[in-house]
Structure formats: structure tokens, C-alpha cells
């Protein structure tokens, strides 16, 4: 049976930090993206990582977060560092199809192979 375990979020000020972290059972992929859906909008990928350990970050979390993973435990993890009040939303860990490999950005629902149940975030002002 798969599954993607996430966990981590939490309550946070700007400027602080979080680290999520995803369990995956039942798979080892070779893609898996990080997705953020803020209240009321669409989700989108903002960090991907590929077994080879190409990383790719969308531009409004350059520099500011961290993807890595753990291939042992088959884990995924996401550094989140100076934190801002439109990184609210809910975070999801997916395995998506080798065709979206390190997209980020807006990707289609048919390109995710796997998700889970997502690790909410709030980051207050």
C-alpha cells in the first residue's frame, strides 16, 4: 500500500522557520515535489527533487527553502527559512511523473502519481 505521511507544520512568525518532513511507504520514486496551496487558490509545486539530485525551487521560495532527501529512511524534507505570511497554506508531498520531473509551478493533477494528506502552515505577520 503507498503512502505520503506528511508532517511538521505548524504556527510560526515571520522570519521564523519550519521543517516538514514526508514519510513514503509502498514507493521510491524518482520525482517528488513539494506543493503549497494557500487559503483559497490553487496549490502549485515550489520545490522538486530527482534521484540523480537535480533540485529546482519556484522563484518565491529561492533561497529560502531547502528540499532534500533521505533515501535510507525514504523520506522527503523541506527546510523552510525566513518565513512569510504568504507561505500560509497547506503543504503537500507528491510523487509525480517522470514527464513533470523538476517542474515546479502550476502541474496538472494527471502528471501526480502520488499524494498525501498535507501538513498546514500559518505563518503570522
Known amino acids: 500500500q503507498v503512502q505520503l505521511v506528511e508532517s511538521g507544520g505548524g504556527s510560526v512568525q515571520a522570519g521564523g522557520s519550519l521543517r516538514l518532513s514526508c514519510a513514503a511507504s509502498?514507493?521510491?520514486?524518482?520525482?517528488m515535489n513539494w506543493f503549497h496551496q494557500p487559503p483559497g487558490k490553487e496549490r502549485e509545486g515550489i520545490a522538486a527533487?530527482?534521484?540523480?539530485?537535480?533540485?529546482n525551487y519556484a522563484d518565491s521560495v529561492k533561497g529560502r527553502f531547502t528540499i532534500s532527501r533521505d533515501f535510507a529512511e525514504n523520506t522527503l524534507s523541506l527546510e523552510m527559512n525566513s518565513l512569510k505570511p504568504e507561505d500560509t497554506g497547506i503543504y503537500y508531498c507528491?510523487?509525480?511523473?517522470?514527464?513533470?520531473?523538476?517542474?515546479?509551478?502550476?502541474?496538472?493533477?494527471?502528471?501526480?502519481?502520488?499524494w498525501g494528506q498535507g501538513t498546514q502552515v500559518i505563518v503570522s505577520s
Open positions: 509502498g514507493i521510491k520514486p524518482d520525482c
Open positions: 527533487i530527482r534521484r540523480n539530485g537535480g533540485v
Open positions: 507528491e510523487q509525480v511523473y517522470v514527464s513533470s520531473c523538476l517542474r515546479v509551478g502550476p502541474i496538472r493533477s494527471t502528471e501526480v502519481a502520488y
